[in-house]
């Protein structure tokens, strides 16, 4: 996965990172219907915290790539509107400037350039479009988790009880793995289409030409 909300710590508690890691495990112990039931309410809020810890990291991520967005799309018209202005100054002063337009057209052209390879932009979007699908399937989650505290299960064997729960906690779990698994997918083709994008330019361009000493025939 890429970026993170942060590494688990010993105590439960969060490190700020970049790697997007699973919480630590919990413990459970299984010796007394009492101790089952606090496995299963373990196992929920673990994987509440899972979610929870990747909203906070595409949220983050959101702030960090739309910053990036726009300091390039402002530069980019900056520059783009210097390199068009400066050749009609020259043309009306007289002065021999319009050298000067090419190079702002082109700094405008490296900046789009970047934010389509590095994805900024793509990847603001992304982020954004990640971020709220968590959250739905956090908020579907636990409306179905009250839903079941709210059934009455008297009667019920204890063993269908904790399936059923574990059924809601495993179908999260594999949501919001989904999730991640696809988000990053789209990332990595993206990235490679840029770099190979970046590749056929390089291709594409002429070969410097030699500059030996050969008589022309």
């Not at 970026?3 to 010993?10: L, R």
């Not at 699973?22 to 007394?32: A, Y």
Request: charged fraction near 25%.
């Amino acid at each position: 996965m890429r970026g993170s909300a942060g590494a688990v710590q010993p105590d439960g508690g969060k490190a700020r990172g970049r790697d997007l890691r699973s919480r630590e495990f919990p413990v459970l112990t299984t010796g007394t219907p009492l101790e089952r039931q606090e496995s299963v309410r373990a196992l929920r809020a673990w994987a509440e915290r899972e979610a929870e810890d990747a909203i906070e990291w595409y949220l983050e991520d959101k702030r960090l790539n739309r910053l990036g967005s726009r300091v390039i799309r402002g530069l980019m018209i900056v520059l783009a509107t210097t390199g068009t202005v400066i050749p009609l100054a020259g043309a009306a002063t007289g002065a021999e400037v319009q050298s000067w337009g090419y190079v702002f057209l082109a700094a405008a052209a490296g900046c789009k350039g970047f934010d389509y390879f590095f994805g900024l932009s793509t990847a603001w979007m992304r982020d954004v479009t990640a971020a709220q699908a968590l959250r739905g399937e956090l908020n579907e989650f636990r409306l179905a988790w009250s839903a079941e505290l709210l059934r009455d299960v008297t009667g019920e064997p204890e063993q269908a009880v904790i399936a059923r729960r574990l059924t809601l906690i495993g179908g999260f779990v594999g949501r919001v793995r989904a999730h991640l698994e696809s988000e990053t997918a789209d990332w990595a083709a993206e990235f490679r289409a840029g770099l190979q994008q970046v590749q056929d330019q390089a291709v594409a361009l002429p070969a410097p030409r030699a500059t030996g000493t050969t008589a022309e025939r």
